[in-house]
């Protein structure tokens, strides 16, 4: 690694091996430093850096002025877009909205929104605020909803009137830091009586996001705004996951971050001024937040984000009819698009797309063969998680892909397998793990903690915190093997959670709610797999005495999990008199999962009953 301490900023500022990433792989790790990479960020005086200067204001004053930064798309195509300068300058009032509501640095600010123009600015003016901004996937039925905004201890809420009154609402009173919630279509309307007493809604408890800003952007014009001087290691980000046991876990990431989100950027993304890029992850998942919003704008591109869901033909009209440059999608969203047949694409052209990247589950090697059929491109994956909050393992543009491979480190990472112990975590012996160094040995795959996006704690949960990491190294809970030419391969999870169209999904989140119904005594969630989504929530089912095991309780029980849960709820139910337990008790997951594979059960010493 080069050393960098001697240098000035500005020298460090010009270190010309920081450019897109391609063909050199090897050269460009020899000389990273992350040094230089926080070089090539502008950074505020004395030291201080905030996200959102980095990703928006330093354009907005400079060449980039009046390049689009942001391009919505509606559900009916309408177009809104926000030049870098209108972006700085929007984003300011929602910053000056949320302090004079009493945000402090540091606190909460949560959105429950589709992709549109407020929750951009409500993510940006959070950041600029000096307070932290939690996103929550708008998918998410009350439950879960519920259980971040409690967790999270979250002070305002941002969301529509719809969200607030089918998920919110009713919980109010449950959520005691929660001061305001601004909804986007204005306040809640005075409902008529019987509405109004089931969601529990009043109006006066919700207050409008457009009166703020209108508010917001006089106090703006009159007083201006100074960005509140961050430091690098403050927090900016509140993301949430989800384990194999427990309550979702909110992993704090913190302002220099960006660092790594500006240079993945660069190098796994390929992304220059002048791009025209679109992210198909939502907001409310890390991708959406690090790739659909900080990352990119920080490289001065024009980011597109879309409000509709999937529908094949209506994206490859917007990757031609956008110009779309750069492609950053996931698995399960490239098996829909091959699903349909590489015929409708050929309807299309393409002749801007110069790189298509995929994120979130294994990639399959025909979808990186069929991206060449549809697009000329081939895909390229990318591995990482909410805890590393940048893409750590890449194929790179320009480097010969090995198609079903997540690729090689990102410069500046330091990955390896570890040998798993007999709990699927690594093997600590002596206080030292070991470090399988044979090519292609499976092991847990870990990595060297030190890049600037790690993740610094789960939110009041410093055990679970301490779990992830043993002997130095960082254990992401995956299986991988490493071939001879440092090639990274995804092997499996080595824990319960279940990846659903990309989507990492609790078990016990799942089970909790399933719970509350009366027919249900207990109950083991698992991942089913499944050929579009990767894997589908499959919940088995013992019941209580008394209730019978009929295709209607099963109706029954679907749609009670879809109420509560919305999109993490289980897709099939099956009823099962006797759960397989562990000696301690607990429902023992693999065994349900190897059953349902019609797989060996493995090593079956911990379970109830054997010898
Ligand atoms: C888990 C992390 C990555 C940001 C969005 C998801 C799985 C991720 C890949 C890949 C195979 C992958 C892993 C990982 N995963 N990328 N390229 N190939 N699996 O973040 O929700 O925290 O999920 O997604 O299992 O641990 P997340």
Not at 136 to 151: K, N
Not at 210 to 221: F, G, I, K, N, Y
Not at 436 to 461: I, Q
Not at 487 to 501: L, P
Request: net charge negative.
């Amino acid at each position: 690694m080069a050393d960098t301490s001697t240098r000035t900023d500005r020298e460090i500022r010009h270190v010309p091996l920081l450019e897109p990433l391609v063909g050199d792989y090897e050269e460009r790790c020899r000389t990273f430093s992350w040094e230089q990479a926080r070089g090539l960020l502008a950074g505020l005086p004395g030291g201080g850096l905030n996200m959102a200067h980095e990703a928006v204001d330093r354009h907005a004053t400079g060449p980039l002025r009046d390049v689009v930064a942001l391009r919505f798309l509606d559900r009916g195509q309408l177009v809104t877009e926000l030049t870098y300068a209108e972006l700085r300058r929007a984003s300011d009032a929602v910053a000056v909205g949320l302090q004079a509501l009493g945000v402090d640095p540091g606190d909460r600010v949560c959105t429950l929104l589709q992709r549109s123009p407020e929750l951009y600015l409500t993510v940006l003016g959070t950041l600029k605020a000096g307070a932290v901004y939690c996103p929550l996937f708008p998918a998410f039925g009350p439950e879960p909803v519920f259980e971040r905004l409690s967790l999270g201890k979250v002070r305002v809420l941002v969301t529509d009137r719809i969200s607030y009154e089918r998920k919110v609402a009713q919980f109010r009173d449950r959520l005691p830091h929660l001061e305001t919630v601004l909804l986007v279509d204005g306040a809640a309307a005075p409902a008529d009586d019987d509405a109004d007493a089931a969601s529990g809604a009043r109006p006066e408890d919700t207050g409008s996001w457009a009166a703020m800003v209108e508010s917001a952007t006089a106090a703006l014009d009159r007083d201006g705004f100074r960005i509140a001087q961050t430091r690098p290691d403050q927090a900016a980000l509140l993301h949430f996951t989800s384990g194999t046991t427990g309550k979702p876990k909110a992993a704090v990431h913190v302002h220099e971050a960006v660092v790594a989100h500006h240079v993945t950027a660069m190098y796994a993304l390929d992304l220059r001024p002048g791009d025209v890029y679109w992210c198909t992850a939502d907001p409310g998942w890390v991708t959406g937040t690090s790739y659909g919003i900080i990352g990119p704008l920080c490289r001065g591109v024009t980011v597109v984000t879309d409000s509709a869901d999937f529908d094949a033909r209506r994206w490859y009209r917007t990757l031609q009819d956008e110009r779309v440059t750069v492609f950053y999608t996931a698995p399960t969203a490239l098996r829909m698009l091959m699903r349909v047949g590489s015929q409708m694409a050929h309807e299309y052209t393409f002749p801007a797309l110069r790189h298509v990247v995929s994120v979130g589950e294994p990639l399959n090697p025909e979808a990186v063969v069929w991206g060449v059929e549809a697009f000329g491109l081939p895909v390229h994956d990318t591995w990482w998680q909410t805890e590393t909050g940048a893409i750590m393992v890449s194929n790179y543009p320009g480097m010969a892909i090995r198609p079903g491979s997540m690729g090689r480190p990102v410069p500046g990472i330091t990955a390896a397998v570890l040998e798993r112990g007999p709990d699927g975590r690594a093997a600590v012996v002596h206080g030292h793990v070991r470090v399988l160094t044979e090519p292609d040995a499976v092991g847990e795959l870990a990595l060297r903690p030190g890049w600037p996006s790690m993740f610094r704690a789960y939110l009041d949960d410093p055990d679970r915190y301490g779990a992830c990491f043993a002997d130095g190294w960082y254990l992401s809970g995956d299986l991988a093997r490493f071939d001879a030419d440092g090639y990274g391969w995804f092997v499996g999870r080595a824990d319960d959670v279940i990846k659903s169209a990309g989507h990492l999904i609790g078990p016990f989140e799942v089970e909790s709610a399933l719970m509350e119904h009366p027919a249900v005594a207990e109950v083991g969630v698992i991942g089913k797999p499944d050929p579009l989504a990767g894997e589908i929530v499959k919940a088995f089912v013992t019941l209580r005495a008394g209730y019978e095991a009929t295709p209607a309780l099963q109706r029954e029980l679907i749609t009670f999990g879809r109420h509560r849960l919305g999109s993490v709820a289980p897709r099939e139910i099956a009823f099962d008199p006797a759960l397989p337990h562990t000696r301690s008790g607990k429902v023992m997951r693999r065994l349900l999962k190897a059953r349902e594979l019609g797989l060996p059960e493995g090593d079956l010493s911990t379970v109830e009953g054997q010898p």
